[in-house]
């Protein structure tokens, strides 16, 4: 079902979970129609979790919503992917795959330069375009250390445009016979932690912009998907996008 704006169907549910990137920003600047329906959700008393394939912890995600502009009151909390890995985890020497500079907030994981000295392979994030992916494949060569990859997500938004994210970098590890646990969106983990966030309602609507990730995992979680034609799937056939959403809008907006 297309919609113009999600007043035509938010009466229907009870609680929502929202997409970070590709939803409610671009990764730089919140989307045009974010702050108004994030005000009308709270006016109508539903709340919010924001999801995110983030391989940093919650609070950092928390932050960065604050600090583009939405208000801490419009969302009960944020989930991401490196809170669900870090709570988990029981590794305590890893070797960091991630983007130069990042800090993830795995405090406690002690981070080795010799992949060799480490328990395990930690893909938190992805140093694209600086770092290809035949650079990722020259260093993972010759691993078999286990890896978790904390966003299997496999495009992300970047300045240059869309760009390898962390779980192309982990298929390509699978490829090479790596083994590879994956954690976050559209693996049941996160949405299970996302629905108790909002006190588990019966009528939940997913909303994001990957139906590789956001619909196919709020389908599987037995939840309702709306997908919004921004972000991975901005300029694509929605006809063309499996698995299909429940609903489809253009733009994220009221």
């Not at 060799?116 to 930690?122: P, W």
């Not at 108790?196 to 619909?215: F, K, T, Y």
């Not at 979680?221 to 901005?234: E, I, M, P």
Request: net charge negative; charged share 20%; hydrophobic share 40%.
């Amino acid at each position: 079902m297309r919609i113009s704006g999600l007043h035509e169907i938010a009466s229907r549910f009870d609680g929502m979970l929202i997409d970070q990137f590709g939803v409610i920003h671009d990764g730089q600047t919140l989307y045009p129609g974010t702050t108004r329906v994030l005000s009308e959700l709270h006016r109508l008393g539903i709340p919010v979790a924001v999801m995110t394939n983030s391989g940093k912890r919650a609070e950092a995600n928390r932050q960065r919503l604050v600090k583009m502009g939405v208000p801490r009151e419009h969302f009960v909390d944020a989930i991401s992917s490196g809170e669900v890995a870090f709570s988990s985890l029981t590794a305590r020497r890893a070797f960091l795959i991630g983007k130069d500079g990042e800090d993830y907030g795995f405090d406690g994981i002690q981070f080795v330069n010799d992949p060799r000295e480490a328990e395990v392979i930690l893909i938190l994030g992805s140093n694209a375009p600086t770092t290809s992916l035949e650079d990722y494949r020259k260093l993972l060569t010759g691993l078999t250390l286990p890896a978790i990859c904390c966003n299997p997500d496999k495009l992300m938004l970047t300045p240059q445009g869309l760009m390898p994210a962390p779980g192309a970098i982990a298929s390509l590890y699978e490829e090479m016979g790596g083994s590879v646990t994956w954690i976050g969106k559209p693996y049941p983990q996160i949405y299970r932690d996302a629905a108790r966030l909002i006190g588990n309602p019966q009528r939940i609507l997913c909303i994001g912009d990957s139906a590789e990730h956001d619909v196919a995992g709020g389908r599987a979680a037995g939840f309702s998907t709306l997908l919004v034609l921004q972000g991975v799937s901005a300029g694509h056939d929605p006809a063309t996008l499996s698995p299909q959403p429940d609903y489809v809008m253009d733009a994220f907006q009221w």
